[in-house]
């Protein structure tokens, strides 16, 4: 005998047991089930339920109206520099072209960036030696920045860390870094077509070195200052180097760490313009170069707004960047 057929057996008197089923009404099975009020749903007259409450459209409100405040005086101030600018350089014997006179010559540049770019499975593929958009000669010339801005950001920290704990280091090194960084970034090119006899590793070295000096320095900076209770704190725990390095160190010092990283990449972007135009080759460089040369004065403009575009962006990101590890610190 199951559980089921236990409880809903009758009592020996004829009472039905308060466990076992209901017989079902052959006339009561036809009657529709009323649905309960709280299951009844309200109808959709229209899509207001749907719309966040009013508490959350108004931080959404609130950061819309703080990016146009912010936003409004630039786009301003823009709208009355060129025509600033149209109305100073609008005469056709003006010998800097005006800001129409740019977008009607140098409408292919501006509307076909990526002319001789593709993009495929295997990645990004740029035609050499052929007719290159002003985009292809940007990503070529930001190849050459992440090759070299990287090489002297790891070699940079680690060079800072070291004059910064340790005082013979320091002693030893910060005087000929300082004369070191010094030097113009042009000054080291004869050098490096020396030693690499190609251009394209010249031109790494050329951003290698000039970037390296600020991260150094803020580097070791931000090592010195150091709180003395965060070293006692490490004496009193007992930590090894390297829990200390990883623990204290490295987030003690990343705001000046990350000062110089954005030094750095202004100073490896201006670089590398600078010896491509010397070198030649493929690059925002050459291109700027190749356009003066050609007598294309409004390619050059339109050369001189992408290198700004893209150094601010580099600037940006390595602070946003910088942002996010110290909050992780």
């Known amino acids: ?64 109206r703080d990016i146009a405040a912010s936003i409004w005086p630039t786009l301003l101030m823009l709208v009355l520099l060129l025509g600033i600018w149209e109305a100073a350089c609008g005469n056709p014997e003006s010998s800097l072209p005006s800001p129409s006179r740019v977008w009607s010559e140098s409408h292919d540049v501006i509307m076909h960036p990526f002319k001789g770019v593709t993009f495929d ?25 992440a090759i070299g801005y990287g090489l002297s950001a790891v070699m940079g920290v680690a060079l800072g860390i070291l004059i910064g704990q340790s005082l013979f ?28 006899q190609q251009a394209g590793p010249s031109a790494v070295f050329l951003i290698f070195i000039t970037a390296i000096w600020p991260i150094i320095l ?15 704190v490490g004496r009193v725990l007992a930590l090894n180097p390297f829990t200390y390095l990883v623990r204290i160190m490295l987030p003690a010092t990343v705001p000046y760490m990350f000062t110089g990283l954005r030094i750095g990449v202004g100073m490896s972007w201006l670089a590398i313009v600078a010896a491509e ?23 050059t403009i339109v050369a001189l707004i992408w290198i700004g ?21």
């Open 218 to 232: 803020n580097t070791a900076a931000g090592v010195q200052n150091i709180p003395p209770t965060y070293r006692n």
């Open 169 to 196: 280091a320091f002693r030893a090194l910060d005087p000929l870094f300082q004369v070191l960084r010094t030097v113009p970034p042009l000054a080291w090119l004869p050098i490096s077509l020396a030693i690499f």
């Open 121 to 145: 499975a295997t990645g990004l593929h740029i035609a050499e030696g052929g007719d290159v958009g002003i985009a292809g000669h940007i990503l070529t010339s930001l190849e050459r920045v």
């Open 309 to 329: 575009m893209v150094g601010f962006s580099l600037d940006r990101i390595v602070g946003w960047i910088g942002r996010r590890v110290a909050r992780q610190g």
């Open 1 to 64: 005998m199951t559980a089921t057929s236990v409880l809903a057996t009758p009592f020996a008197d004829g009472t039905p047991s308060p466990h076992a089923e209901p017989e079902s009404d052959p006339a009561m099975a036809l009657v529709p089930e009323m649905p309960t009020p709280s299951a009844t749903v309200a109808p959709e007259t229209d899509g207001s339920h749907r719309l966040p409450p009013a508490s959350a459209l108004t931080p959404l409100l609130e950061r819309a």
């Open 277 to 299: 135009m010397v070198q030649g080759g493929t690059g925002i460089g050459f291109f700027i170069w190749d356009s003066y040369n050609s007598s294309l004065l409004t390619d």
